[in-house]
Structure formats: structure tokens, C-alpha cells
């Protein structure tokens, strides 16, 4: 069996043999590529020949995953030409133009400490001991295509962070619209029977977007808060359960430290890695409205 570095290798040095003689003259590009909670090497074919362009990134850890399951190097590298081929045939069908992009900017909310190399790249507003961040998905021709605002973007936006991140607040309920349910109908959905509350609703809420994915950023809205604390009648705390939801408690319900603790738990026991948010708790105060 081929060892990693030695996989890596094989397919900068082969790739180009497994995807079509139009994309041969491109070049194989490597890099280190920081996405929430890790960083990873990956590498890409790029179009020298243009000034600006989209292609299709593949990540040396998944593919290193794909030849451990299959113990055969052709087999990989085909199915790394193949990603290959898909994205840079699809970026071909359509355009994804600045307007675009702009109109479709989201918000993300990340742990600030795990992506502090990741921050140095992005555009970010901090809150607490998080960072929004920017991600833009625009659809073509049936096609998702998804990637990061960097530094450099704000220039083409002709935008500050802080325009950026309003207009971004604004696309986000638009295309991710904040959804609240209860824990009860949650872990349902999850696949939990539904006897096994034995007929007792959890006084606990999940906000989230109306996809369930990076939905944690859906605290950024103020209206949403207030509704939940009028539920409750009472103020509450805010459990980063990952990036994708956060749960809520009345603080009647319980001291603070027990469900720190319960975040603790849920992370180090539950949570993956790439989508763990925080082991903080958060207070929402109806009061100054603010967490």
C-alpha cells in the first residue's frame, strides 16, 4: 500500500492523463486550503491562459480515503479526473458573474480561535469569541456552485466588512430563512422514535436555518431572539450545539454550568470535529435585547 506522500505524488504526477485532452494544457496547482475547524492540501487544474477563472478543488485527504478503500492507483485516479472533469465541464456551461455572487452572499459563524489562520483570509465581523464569515452559492443551469469571500473580494464588491456583512444579513433570510422547532420534533426527525418521550415536550427549542446546514449564524437575528424569549417568557441561554444549529433553554430550567457542561459533552461526544462551533454558553437578556 502506498503510503500519502507517495499517493500525492502519483496523481500531480499522473492527473492529467485522466481527464480530457481540452483540460491537458492546464496547470496543476497546489494548495493549503483553511476551511472551518481544519485545514487540508488539495490541488486543482487552472486555465493560465486566463486572468480569472473557477475550477473544481480536490482534496488529497479524500482522495487518499478513496485509494485506502479500493488499494488501486488507476482507480483513484480516475475518480479524481472524474471530479475534475464534472466541475470544470459544468464552470463551462454558465458563468458565475460579481452580481451574482454579491446577491448571494451568506453568513457563516465559526469558532474565532480554531480559524484564527483561516480569519487572516476572510473578510469577518467578530462576535463574542466567534466570527461571522462570508460564503456565496449561486445555482446555473441546475448547478450549485459555492465558495468563500476572501480578502481580495471586498475590493471587486467595493464594499467595507461591515456593508458587506448587512447585505449578507439580509441574503441570509432570503436564502436560509431562520427556522425554530423543538428538541421533541428535532431528534424525530433525526430518526428517534417518537414514544420515547413518553408524551413530555422537552422545554427546549433548536434554531437553525430552514436546511439545517451552518444555520448557528440564524442568532444574528434580532427579531427572531425576541420572539423566542417572548415563548419562553423569560430569558435564555444559547447552546452552540454546532455550525449548523444552536439549542436554547429557558434559564429557569437550569444553572448555567449544567448546561455548559452539557455542551461540553455534546461536542467531545456527538458533535464531528469540522462542525463543532464552541464550548461556551450564551446569555440572552430580553431586557438590552442582546446576547
Do not use: Q
Not at 85 to 101: F, P, Q, R
Not at 159 to 186: C, G, I, Y
Amino acid at each position: 500500500m502506498l503510503k500519502y506522500d507517495e499517493c500525492k505524488s502519483r496523481v500531480i504526477e499522473g492527473i492529467k492523463n485522466y481527464v480530457p485532452e481540452k483540460y491537458r494544457s492546464y496547470s496543476v496547482e497546489l494548495m493549503r486550503v483553511n476551511k472551518i475547524n481544519e485545514s487540508l492540501d488539495a490541488f486543482c487544474l487552472v486555465d493560465k491562459s486566463r486572468d480569472v477563472g473557477s475550477s473544481p478543488v480536490v482534496y488529497f485527504k479524500d482522495m487518499y480515503s478513496y485509494y485506502r478503500s479500493c488499494m488501486n492507483m488507476d482507480s483513484t485516479l480516475k475518480w479524481a479526473g472524474g471530479i475534475i472533469t464534472e466541475g470544470l465541464d459544468m464552470v463551462g456551461k454558465g458563468s458565475v458573474s460579481l452580481n451574482d455572487i454579491r446577491d448571494n452572499t451568506v453568513l457563516v459563524l465559526i469558532n474565532a480561535e480554531k480559524n484564527r489562520e483561516l480569519l487572516k483570509t476572510v473578510p469577518h465581523v467578530r462576535f463574542l469569541d466567534l466570527a461571522f464569515i462570508f460564503r456565496w452559492i449561486v445555482s446555473i443551469n441546475e448547478h450549485s456552485f459555492t465558495g468563500a469571500i476572501i480578502n481580495s473580494s471586498l475590493n471587486n464588491f467595493d464594499l467595507t466588512t461591515e456593508e458587506l456583512f448587512e447585505l449578507a444579513k439580509k441574503n441570509t433570510r432570503r436564502l436560509l430563512p431562520p427556522a425554530v422547532r423543538t428538541l421533541n420534533s428535532a431528534l424525530t426527525s433525526a430518526g428517534a422514535p417518537e414514544d420515547m418521550f413518553n408524551g413530555c415536550e422537552l422545554p427546549v427549542l433548536v434554531l437553525s436555518n430552514r436546511y439545517g446546514v451552518e444555520g448557528a449564524a440564524a442568532i444574528v437575528f434580532e427579531d427572531v431572539l425576541g420572539e423566542i424569549r417572548k415563548f419562553f417568557g423569560d430569558n435564555f441561554y444559547i447552546m452552540p450545539a454546532s455550525v449548523n444549529e444552536v439549542m436554547v433553554v429557558p434559564v429557569s430550567l437550569g444553572r448555567a454550568e449544567v448546561f455548559r457542561d452539557m455542551v461540553r459533552e455534546i461536542n467531545r461526544g456527538i458533535v464531528a470535529e469540522r462542525d463543532r462551533l464552541n464550548d461556551s454558553l450564551y446569555l440572552y437578556d430580553g431586557e438590552i435585547r442582546m446576547i
